[in-house]
Nanobody, 123 residues
Framework: QVQLVESGGGSVQAGGSLRLSCAVS????????MGWFRQSPGKERERVAT???????GYAESVWGRFTISKDNAKNSLYLQMNSLKPEDTAMYYC?????????????????WGQGTLVTVSS
């Protein structure tokens, strides 16, 4: 059974940093695309960052230069380092795993999802 468990969310002031973690089990972690998505009330879920099996990463334009996605294959863990946070980054953040090695921006192409971790950025 595939399980994704996020942690590291919380409340922070604008300009601050947070590091999200996602522990993955029941899944051959290093063979598939992994990603972080976020969703705020009234908005669609959007891709934040993805990383493929060759460690090539992709980012939403809104987080480019501020967020960094990484993974540790030995620990089956995915991370998202978030710096220079802005109030508009406030959302529920989800870890997601695809069924293939290629990364996409469409959340519908990701098969497995965590329960989410809430990030709140105050001004």
């Amino acid at each position: 059974q595939v399980q994704l468990v996020e942690s590291g969310g919380g409340s922070v002031q604008a300009g601050g940093s947070l590091r999200l973690s996602c522990a993955v089990s029941g899944y051959t972690f290093n063979r598939y695309c992994m990603g972080w998505f976020r969703q705020s009330p009234g908005k669609e879920r959007e891709r934040v960052a993805t990383i493929d099996t060759y460690d090539r990463s992709g980012y939403a334009e809104s987080v480019w230069g501020r967020f960094t996605i990484s993974k540790d294959n030995a620990k089956n863990s995915l991370y998202l380092q978030m710096n220079s946070l802005k109030p508009e980054d406030t959302a529920m953040y989800y870890c997601a795993a695809a069924s293939g090695p290629h990364c996409y921006t469409d959340s519908r192409l990701f098969t497995y999802w965590g329960q989410g971790t809430l990030v709140t950025v105050s001004s």
